[in-house]
């Protein structure tokens, strides 16, 4: 039996094409729709919808299923379409028609929505306390390594002295830019979308300013046709936010695989962080990171099948939109184990010294002998003929010793200024105005 159902059952083919994965993806969601139906019934109670004694009735419940989904163990059970119809149904079996009328003023559309925006904002809040400690391990080793040397590449050819400071400190400022985003995207989920029940509101005097204070959010989704019209969008944006930092981890990716490459030698690994051939005993491959790379590169497609399976629907719900949690869900727990494996890999990284060293870098010291003829004196244009002219004719002579001491270059990492820049974004999060409420609401 289905909440919606009234005489008629629908086709068995056409339930089981409707419901397609949502029990699946729906128990993610559990103690999200737990905590709306929390915030709801006390909205409901202060509007005369519910008594007290109802009210508290459905709070000692709620706070026992919350407890079973905090386990993961609260199921779908056969015949329940979605985690929505599952609390009511036990509640209903709790309390008979207290347990009923929780859906007073609200549409599965409005409690879909504060679902998604709920579990949305603990997602990318986990997110976020994953990318921490591998954004400090980053620095770390930025600071470790910053009198190692290894080539700078443009077009994949040699270009100019770079170091290993620079490379770690590069990834850990591209954090800072990707946490910008992702922070973006947490504004945009943190907005109460429930009142705005199947997309046009509610003719019953609900508080809807009440229940976005019971469960944290900064502020509302005020007008609630643009309620239902952000499903989909704030999905995009959120996806876009994991894009940028599943490009940065596959980038990293790309760089460690070419660095541990013998042609390079640039990296080495523990053996038992690489894996092996079946019949080359000498091979140690970057699997790791090549499959960070995968993921990343997969998970960079995601903001485009948002969009695409969203073009063009109007204002209002659709069906179309339950299939996004199938794409967008996986992505979190994909990001948070690509950070796992690249930190561990990082933190056991082994730098090959004085690579520089070798003749074959020569010309990379090239800009360096130009640079020294303009402190001496020679106009620049002059200065670069002079010294290309020398590498035409075998004449060029170098030294490996390198003097960059502007912001940001190789003898001045401003490790300190990327990391005020990373506790900057993280302090606008405001992470404990949001958990501190939904303790509350717990209590």
Excluded at 13 to 20: A, D, K, R, S
Excluded at 413 to 428: F, K, P
């Amino acid at each position: 039996m289905k909440l919606w159902q009234k005489n008629i059952q629908s086709l068995k083919e056409v339930e089981q094409f409707t419901v397609g994965r949502d029990r699946e993806f729906d128990q993610l969601m559990a103690k999200q729709d737990v905590l709306g139906n929390m915030a709801h019934a006390i909205m409901l109670e202060e509007i005369g919808l519910l008594t007290k004694t109802e009210r508290d009735d459905l709070l000692r419940e709620l706070k026992s299923i919350y407890a079973i989904a905090a386990k993961g163990e609260l199921k779908i059970a056969d015949g329940v379409e979605d985690i929505h119809s599952q609390v009511e149904f036990l509640l209903t079996a709790a309390l008979g028609d207290t347990g009923k009328k929780i859906h007073s003023a609200r549409s599965r559309n409005d409690q879909v929505l504060v679902d998604l925006k709920l579990f949305l904002r603990d997602e990318l809040q986990a997110l976020v306390e994953e990318i921490q400690p591998f954004f400090e391990l980053l620095q770390t080793q930025s600071e470790k390594y910053k009198a190692h040397l290894l080539p700078g590449y443009t077009h994949l050819q040699l270009a100019m002295p770079s170091s290993f400071g620079l490379w770690f400190g590069a990834y850990a400022e591209s954090l800072v830019d990707d946490l910008v985003t992702i922070q973006s995207a947490y504004e945009v989920v943190n907005k109460n979308p429930l009142g705005s029940a199947a997309g046009y509101g509610s003719s019953f005097p609900i508080k809807r300013q009440r229940t976005t204070e019971l469960l944290g959010f900064a502020q509302l989704n005020h007008n609630v046709v643009y309620a239902q019209m952000g499903r989909g969008k704030a999905e995009r944006i959120v996806a876009m936010a994991l894009a940028n930092l599943a490009d940065t981890l596959a980038k990293l990716s790309m760089d460690a695989c070419l660095f541990l490459n013998q042609n390079f030698g640039f990296i080495s690994f523990p053996p038992e962080l690489t894996t092996g051939s079946s019949i080359m005993p000498h091979k140690k491959n970057p699997d790791v990171f090549e499959l960070i790379r995968s993921h990343g590169n997969r998970i960079k497609a995601l903001p485009n099948e948002i969009m695409l399976m969203t073009t063009n629907l109007p204002s209002g719900y659709h069906r179309d939109l339950q299939l996004l949690k199938e794409h967008l869900f996986p992505a979190f727990s994909t990001l948070k184990d690509c950070l796992k494996m690249a930190g561990l890999m990082l933190s056991n990284i082994e730098i090959q010294p004085d690579i520089l060293k070798d003749e074959k870098y020569r010309y990379l010291f090239s800009v360096e002998e130009v640079n020294k003829l303009v402190l001496a004196g020679l106009p620049f244009r002059d200065a670069y003929k002079q010294v290309g002219m020398s590498i035409e004719n075998g004449e060029y002579r170098y030294s490996t010793q390198v003097q960059h001491s502007h912001e940001g270059s190789i003898g001045q990492l401003c490790t300190e200024q990327i990391s005020g820049a990373m506790q900057a974004v993280l302090n606008r999060f405001n992470f404990s105005a949001t958990n501190s409420a939904v303790e509350e609401l717990l209590r």
